[in-house]
């Protein structure tokens, strides 16, 4: 999974940014505990996950 385009995420509801905002706050909660324990394999991806997060909210706020 790369980052997002916001084309991308533009087209979606609000509905399905909402469920994507879920899934990727749960993906970032479990990318944390893997890191605090040394076991992070991807640090960069930690910082894509949190951009991706910040997209998506921003969107949920234009649309709301």
Known sequence: KGTMKVEE????????????EKDLDD????MRLKKSMGQLEA????????RDLA????L???KA
Do not use: H, S, W, Y
């Not at 995420?9 to 994507?20: F, K, N, S, W």
């Not at 993906?27 to 479990?30: T, V």
């Open 43 to 50: 640090p960069a991806r930690l910082r894509g996950l949190r």
């Open 9 to 20: 995420l533009r087209e979606l509801t609000v509905e399905d940014l909402r469920v994507r």
């Open 55 to 58: 997209r998506i909210k921003t």
């Open 60 to 62: 949920i706020n234009e």
């Open 27 to 30: 993906e970032l909660f479990r």
